[in-house]
């Protein structure tokens, strides 16, 4: 009489595969979770950008080279005792024009700004700055140029727009507390340009006034890093869904011709 084997010995042959892999395969499985960390980092970036930043238009070429007119930037609120020398900021003074201005703070609290030294940079507390994101490159040579001294009071900045030759700032001001904005009128500090696409860069942090005592320009916020999460997580979403389409169209032919 045959000997008949008993046990729960694994199964061969046609019996179905168990396990994550058997059931979705290799393939799927690594879509899926391209699909996932995609998807968290694009809308992690975006969330980010939502919340940190605020959008602003800047209609004139007061700023130019460094924001054209017409351009979109995305700007970072920031505290008054946080803005430093070389930031870029968004601000609303009533004694201004009332609405909402983008320009460069070249002087805080105490400092003095003079205009200007022979090679017609400005000067802090008797220190010239090059400013080499100007549009004349930190010389206005040919640019006429209105001699002005500034003393900026505690809790006060001097703005200049980076095209010298036709921005209203600072320098049509001086009547009013020397041509200063009270630092608490700051809305936001301005980290990069968005729109139009063509345009979109950060903009980087100045050094220009890194030799000066006190407060530089301040470190940026997470505009670049968010910004590369939220176009890199939409872009592996996209690249991974693309993949298991033509991963699965490939499979059905093959299956068609066997």
Not at 37 to 66: K, N
Not at 218 to 247: F, I, N, R
């Amino acid at each position: 009489m045959a000997a008949v084997a008993s046990g729960t010995g694994s199964r061969t042959g046609g019996g179905p595969r168990r396990g994550l892999l058997g059931r979705w395969g290799l393939g799927q499985l690594l879509q899926g979770l391209g699909i996932t960390v995609g998807l968290i980092a694009m809308v992690g970036g975006f969330a980010v950008l939502a919340v940190q930043y605020r959008p602003y238009s800047v209609p004139t070429d007061s700023m130019q080279p460094t924001i054209k007119p017409g351009d979109v930037v995305l700007a970072h609120p920031v505290t008054p005792s946080a803005i430093g020398r070389g930031d870029v900021v968004v601000f609303n003074d009533p004694q201004w024009e009332g609405s909402n201005l983008v320009k460069r703070v070249v002087g805080i609290g105490g400092d003095t700004v003079v205009c200007c030294d022979s090679s017609g940079r400005i000067t802090v507390d008797g220190h010239p700055v090059t400013e080499p994101y100007t549009r004349q490159a930190g010389a206005l040579a040919g640019v006429p140029q209105t001699k002005f001294t500034a003393v900026v009071p505690p809790g006060r900045l001097f703005l200049l727009g980076d095209n010298r030759a036709v921005s209203q700032d600072s320098r049509v001001h001086l009547m009013l507390d020397d041509g200063t904005v009270a630092a608490d009128q700051v809305l936001a500090r301005v980290d990069g340009t968005v729109w139009p696409l063509g345009h979109t860069a950060a903009i980087a942090r100045t050094t220009a006034f890194d030799a000066l005592p006190g407060r530089d320009a301040s470190a940026h916020g997470p505009l670049a890093a968010a910004t590369w999460a939220t176009l890199g997580g939409a872009a592996l979403v996209l690249l991974t869904a693309a993949l298991g389409t033509l991963g699965g169209l490939a499979r059905r032919l093959r299956g068609h011709r066997e």
